[in-house]
């Protein structure tokens, strides 16, 4: 995937390996893990292996993944967002996790509606899922003023023992 997006505030752009040590925040932080099944690796070496085994592996199997969003006005990486492609539900979802400090800002609704553009744009779907925690009111308030709306609720195995909610969102 080689597929870069500019919002006003954000740059879209595929994962590297390079983004490791970036991205441990993402996937330790206890905030910013707390609706998505708990921390994952704390080192660089198991953080590079989900950058291998999701986005990278993603980009190589469907053509697309999550993107690495860049903060435009310094670079940083601060998150992602973008498209997942879930074969337990054998339909793509958007999904986003950004850094605490950039919470409450509407990134996640900037980065969301540029995936959907790149969803529906580019990529010729015709509709998205969202799967969202019951308990994350924040997700919910995004995916709703994206247009989603609440489908069903479901059994998710990273999140043992919850009904996530499933929202979906049309495209056409």
């Known amino acids: ?79 992602f967002s973008g498209l997942k492609f879930l074969p337990e539900f054998g339909e793509t979802e958007l999904g986003y996790r950004f850094l605490t400090r950039y919470w409450g800002q509407g990134l996640a609704t900037e980065a969301g509606l540029a995936s959907l553009q790149f969803a529906k744009n580019t990529l010729g779907l015709a509709r998205v899922i969202s799967v969202i925690h019951p308990d994350n009111h924040a997700s919910k308030r995004v995916v709703q003023k994206l247009g989603f709306r609440l489908e069903t609720h479901r059994e998710y195995p990273p999140l043992p023992g919850v009904q996530v909610e499933i929202w979906a969102g049309d495209l056409r």
């Open 1 to 79: 995937m080689r597929t870069i997006i500019e919002t006003e505030r954000l740059r879209l752009r595929p994962f590297v390996e390079a983004d490791a040590e970036a991205y441990v925040p993402l996937v330790t932080d206890p905030d910013v893990v707390r609706y998505a099944g708990g921390p994952g690796p704390d080192t660089l070496e198991g953080v590079r292996e989900i950058l291998r085994t999701a986005p990278l592996a993603d980009y190589a199997r469907y053509g697309y993944g999550r993107f690495a969003c860049e903060w435009k006005a310094s670079g940083e990486l601060i998150g």
